[in-house]
């Protein structure tokens, strides 16, 4: 198995999705994986260091495994069936037994990022991709190129900016004053940013 690591985010046109590009520790392989608008924004608010006010659903699973003295050793893409990719969640009990779980790619990434543990890709899916027939994204799909020191910035700002209005307006209707306030600071400095593009 090889370790990988999350290079950029970029929108891809031809799904309507986004592109979440793993490259190899030594840079010498990449493998984009699609995934939805609501994973690519789950992978994107966590790269953004913004907390919600309540867990989200990778949040949840990651308390979850601390409540119960548990931890995430690491994710791995492990195989590519009809084009689709699979992905296994390995954890670690309190016991030392090791448990893994199934998984989709996007989820896995989404709690590998949240645990700080490490992307594995299987050699199988390697040797795979280097078929022509599962390298069907080139660089001309993919619209936003995001840099590795703000690897969020640009995934669609716009995406995060109405990510963070919808959690400013539940932190108004709840009266949690102080997140609505940090909410809304972020979210001004963000269309800031935007508007001097």
Do not use: C, W
Request: charged share 25%; aromatic share 6%.
């Amino acid at each position: 198995m090889n370790k990988f690591l999350v290079k950029r985010i970029s929108y891809y046109a031809p799904s309507k999705g986004y592109a979440v590009l793993l490259e190899s520790e030594d840079g010498s392989r990449s493998l984009p994986i699609i995934v939805g608008s609501s994973e690519a924004q789950s992978i994107a608010l966590y790269l953004e260091n913004v907390t919600m006010p309540r867990p989200m659903t990778h949040d949840l699973f990651i308390n979850f495994l601390d409540s119960m003295d548990s931890k995430v050793n690491r994710s791995s893409i492990v195989r590519i069936q009809n084009g689709t990719y699979f992905a296994e969640v390995e954890i670690e009990l309190p016991n030392g037994e090791k448990v893994i779980v199934d998984s989709r790619p996007s989820d896995a990434i989404s709690i590998a990022l949240r645990s700080m543990s490490p992307i594995f890709i299987t050699d199988s899916v390697i040797n795979t991709i280097n078929d022509k027939n599962y390298n069907e994204i080139n660089d001309d799909d993919l619209e936003v190129n995001i840099p590795d020191k703000n690897i969020s910035k640009g995934i669609s700002q716009e995406m995060v900016i109405e990510s963070l209005n919808d959690a400013l307006d539940k932190a108004v209707i709840k009266e949690e004053y102080e997140v609505a306030a940090r909410l809304r600071d972020r979210i001004k400095q963000l269309e800031e940013n935007l508007n001097t593009k």
